[in-house]
């Protein structure tokens, strides 16, 4: 069963940034289509990116564009999300997901989840 763990989350103010990581446990990951997810408390999970597994094709939510830049390194099995000019609206735990179908990662029902990472944006 493969596995997908994220890291990178943590504190911090308002306006700056952190870069979020999610690492795959196996190779055939590479060849799967991935994004990133967020739940807020008291709300219902939201996308934030996704990318091909090539990485040429990437799509972000609208409030996310020119903010947060997905990207992946195929060859370290991880994908990244460097986000800039974070907001407290920001504030989340963020889930990386993964699916064979870029479809079905872009709608949520991802076969593979990871168990999250907390950012939290103190205004």
């Known amino acids: 069963q493969g596995q997908l763990v994220e890291s990178g989350g943590g504190l911090v103010q308002d306006g700056g940034s952190l870069r979020l990581s999610c690492a795959a446990s196996e190779r055939t990951f590479s060849r799967y289509y991935m994004g990133w997810f967020r739940q807020a408390p008291g709300k219902e999970r939201e996308f934030v990116a996704a990318i091909s597994w090539s990485g040429t094709i990437t799509e972000y939510a609208n409030s996310m564009k020119g903010r947060f830049t997905i990207s992946r390194d195929n060859a370290k099995i991880t994908i990244f999300l460097q986000m800039n000019s974070l907001e407290p609206e920001d504030t989340a735990r963020y889930y990386c997901?993964?699916?064979?179908?870029?479809?079905?990662?872009?709608?949520?029902?991802?076969?593979?989840w990871g168990q999250g990472t907390q950012v939290t944006v103190s205004s």
């Open positions: 997901a993964a699916d064979p179908s870029y479809t079905t990662v872009v709608t949520g029902r991802s076969r593979y």
